[in-house]
């Protein structure tokens, strides 16, 4: 099963401050269920338990940063040892996972209903992630144009819904053609977008002072999305090949990892927005404490 995983996400693909592959298991041990998670927290690892899963398949890693201690007296050491009593592997693919093709932001931009896709930033020449289409983000066609605000409404619509939704930055009525889109932060990618030349960059985690920088300077409209959101359409693309190629019982995850759980719009500059009409696949379901607090 790792060797399947590394085979389609190579560690070597990933940034050299990531950390990917392997983190909890044994290699050999045989698997039936998998579970698959952007997050890799107390409630997906009971919803992974409580469905019998061997491995958790996350996208970010639990444990990125050096620690001294896995102790149960700490969050992640909880997690830790909670996995090794009930037998449960955890594996991470995440920046190879961003660069793969197909990887996190091809399944984004067919979210979004992109065509014609071509990477944001391609991996460098030489890099192991070199050639095949691989690389950072995507730019793509609307098979239609849309205004910005339509193209608002609509990426709300077909992202899994989040109390953060998806706000905009940029004159309402402007022509979307192409848009290029990067899962998770991605104001790291800023001037790729302008340089591409696109319409619109959708993404996440952008920051007040890079993106009205980058406004002014006549970068593309943009589009700011829960981080979660714009990595959750991944998941279900890790899911089929999963099932197509190894026939293996496999779980997506549609818990609401992203910590935003409270919305409330200025009352002044709010305008009320008709909610969309979409297929119960495309739109993530609020949880008990989602549907009590939003505002």
């Known amino acids: 099963m790792v060797a399947a995983l590394d085979r389609r996400y190579p560690p070597a693909w990933a940034e050299s401050w990531d950390r990917v592959g392997l ?88 979210r979004v209903g992109l065509v014609d896709l071509r990477p944001l930033r391609p991996a460098a020449p030489g890099s192991p992630a070199a050639g095949q289409g691989r690389g950072i983000g995507r730019i793509g066609r609307l098979a239609r144009p849309l205004t910005l605000a339509e193209l608002t409404r609509y990426v709300a619509a077909v992202l899994p819904a989040t109390a953060w939704g998806v706000r905009a930055a940029g004159d309402p009525e402007r022509m979307i053609h192409t848009v290029a889109v990067s899962g998770g932060a991605g104001d790291s990618y800023l001037d790729d977008a302008r340089a591409a030349g696109v319409d619109a960059f959708l993404t996440a985690d952008l920051r007040h002072h890079p993106a009205s920088e980058y406004l002014a300077e006549g970068g593309p409209a943009l589009l700011d999305a829960a981080h979660w959101a714009t990595e959750r359409p991944w998941l279900d693309e890790l899911a089929t090949h999963l099932r197509d190629q190894l026939d293996l019982d496999v779980y997506v995850s549609d818990l609401d990892t992203d910590p935003w759980t409270v919305r409330a719009g200025s009352p002044s500059t709010v305008t009320p927005v008709p909610q969309p009409v979409a297929a119960a696949s495309d739109v993530h379901a609020a949880s008990p404490v989602d549907k009590e607090h939003r505002l």
């Open 23 to 110: 983190v909890l298991g044994d290699p050999a041990a045989p698997v039936r269920r998998v579970t698959c998670v952007v997050d890799c927290v107390p409630e997906t690892v009971a919803e992974a338990l409580d469905r019998g899963a061997d491995l958790i398949i996350a996208h970010h890693p639990l444990l990125l940063r050096g620690v001294s201690s896995v102790a149960p007296t700490t969050y992640k050491g909880r997690i830790v040892h909670q996995l090794i009593k009930s037998d449960v592997a955890l594996y991470v693919a995440h920046t190879n996972a961003d660069v793969a093709n197909p990887g996190v932001s091809d399944a984004l931009a067919a």
